[in-house]
């Protein structure tokens, strides 16, 4: 294969980098909250039932954002079952995923752990069966000082200050026929306007992210956000992208190219957007909230229509290879690459439910092998995004026709002193020589190398074996007249680590 060279000029630059981009999703679905993140009685648990071993996971992670509760789940939600004194709560049935939720964690369980976190909460409230008052209610609750029923009802439960919940999310994939309230366009858009008025009146300084489409595959893609933000383009922030994505027969060319996809939606929502926008006079620009991505073997989950209430509550529990972690490293590139445009993104879902940390019951906790990519990502991906320019070879995909083979997106801290080149061989198995060529930096002073890539690319972690696909570093580059020089292997993601000689030429 031909090399692929990478440019990267310090006077270009994309956009800062948005810290809510590293952003995940808890959910009330199988095993993610109970006995994900709580689990009373495991040797771990603090005095909520929330495991610590599994705390210090997310904190590792770099997580900045925490969507919660739903996801499907919100759509059937009545949150006022999830406050008060647990033993009085009342269970119901979780419609959207036909099990019993005991409403032993809510509003308030979840807001002490997002705090222990150290992560920013991004409340959903239900516009399936519920509705304005229910959502004000709960903005009430949670951000209003005190002196009405809510807001004190807050400070008996235990929290005398408001939480002062600034992101919120209109409803979820409102578009879906599997949503429990789906509505069309018109009517979640008169509603999601409706709402967004009334909140505002609660707390001025919330962001509203309205439901744009479930996938880029639904038939109203594009139509469903046109007339979504028709009626409500000024009273919102953000507008939701959700994508899931996997390696369909043996098909692993597209499905490492899966970026090529997410490259695209985002495009295609940001015109639609804007078109709106021009269409209404309106001089706002919205941003786009990717609130749920991740890889998802979706393929062999039967569907939550053939749930059974006396299922066990394991749902989705993938089991992630080394591919699937650098088509995660590749989708994080796409989103920094359009950090101008996407201010928030949610990796769907933490704990359990095709998540990043795996769990055992009374047991231990473990990374899967698309922990490392986001993990390192979070912590290196600092200051600004810069423009990067890349030359690549191309190969064939059947699903997304020539693809560069080499994708990569680079940052720089805001002091210029040091710069992380992420790389994804989105080949499966050809290794790509590369060239970077640094244009307006000062004298590059030392690079590290990290990267995912595995002889037996189907691996992963289990209990048994936790760290048996991990980010390692990898072979030195060479460094030449400011140039570097390093092959990438097939399937595989890097990070390049780059120590710049101080301050910007
Ligand atoms: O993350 C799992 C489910 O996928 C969410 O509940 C829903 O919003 C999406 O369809």
């Given at each position: ?16 980098v ?30 909520d ?14 997580v ?6 739903g ?9 006022k ?7 009085e ?31 920013e ?73 409706e ?64 970026s ?41 989950f ?120 992420f ?21 590059v ?10 002889p ?11 760290d ?38």
């Amino acid at each position: 294969m031909n090399p692929a060279t990478i440019t990267l000029d310090s006077a270009y630059r994309v956009a800062p980098v948005p810290r809510r981009l590293f952003g995940s999703f808890v959910e009330h679905m199988g095993r993610c909250v109970y006995g994900g993140i709580h689990e009373p009685g495991h040797p771990a648990a603090d005095t909520d039932g929330f495991r610590a071993d599994v705390l210090e996971l997310v904190r590792e992670l770099g997580v900045s954002t925490v969507r919660y509760p739903g996801g499907n789940f919100v759509s059937g939600y009545n949150w006022k079952d999830g406050i008060g004194p647990v033993t009085e709560r009342p269970a119901r049935l979780d419609r959207a995923w036909m099990a019993v939720e005991s409403n032993q964690v809510g509003t308030d369980e979840f807001m002490r752990w997002v705090t222990a976190a150290g992560c920013e909460p991004m409340l959903a409230v239900n516009l399936g069966t519920g509705g304005v008052q229910d959502a004000c209610d709960l903005l009430e609750y949670t951000n209003h000082p005190r002196d009405t029923y809510w807001s004190d009802l807050r400070a008996k439960n235990g929290s005398a200050d408001p939480y002062g919940v600034r992101l919120w999310c209109l409803g979820n994939e409102m578009d879906g026929p599997w949503q429990i309230g789906h509505k069309t366009a018109e009517e979640y858009g008169r509603l999601a306007a409706e709402t967004a008025r009334a909140m505002r009146r609660i707390d001025r300084s919330i962001e509203l992210v309205a439901c744009g489409s479930s996938n880029s595959a639904m038939p109203t893609f594009g139509a469903w956000e046109s007339t979504v933000l028709e009626h409500c383009y000024d009273l919102v922030d953000h507008v939701s992208l959700h994508a899931y994505y996997e390696q369909r027969d043996d098909d692993r060319a597209s499905f490492l190219a899966s970026s090529v996809d997410m490259d695209h939606m985002i495009n295609t929502v940001s015109a639609t957007a804007d078109s709106v926008a021009g269409r209404l006079r309106s001089r706002r620009r919205l941003s786009l909230s990717f609130d749920e991505w991740n890889v998802w073997y979706q393929s062999s989950f039967d569907g939550e229509q053939n749930l059974r209430y006396d299922d066990p509550p394991v749902l989705i529990e993938d089991d992630f290879s080394a591919i699937d972690a650098v088509v995660v490293g590749g989708l994080l590139v796409s989103l920094l690459r359009h950090a101008d445009r996407v201010q928030i993104a949610c990796q769907a879902q933490l704990v359990n439910v095709i998540a990043p940390i795996r769990t055992e019951p009374g047991g231990p906790a473990w990374r899967q092998t698309i922990f490392d990519p986001f993990a390192v990502t979070a912590r290196h991906a600092r200051g600004d995004v810069l423009m990067t320019q890349v030359e690549s070879p191309q190969h064939h995909t059947s699903r997304y026709g020539d693809v560069a083979t080499i994708d990569a997106v680079a940052t720089i801290d805001d002091e210029g002193t040091a710069m992380s080149v992420f790389l994804v061989n989105r080949s499966p198995d050809e290794a790509v020589a590369s060239r970077i060529v640094l244009r307006g930096f000062s004298a590059v002073t030392a690079s590290d190398r990290l990267q995912l890539w595995d002889p037996d690319p189907r691996a992963s972690n289990s209990a048994a074996e936790p760290d048996r696909v991990r980010v390692r570093p990898g072979d030195p580059v060479a460094i030449v007249d400011g140039s570097i020089t390093l092959t990438l292997p097939p399937t595989s993601w890097t990070l390049l680590r780059l120590e710049l000689g101080g301050s910007r030429t």
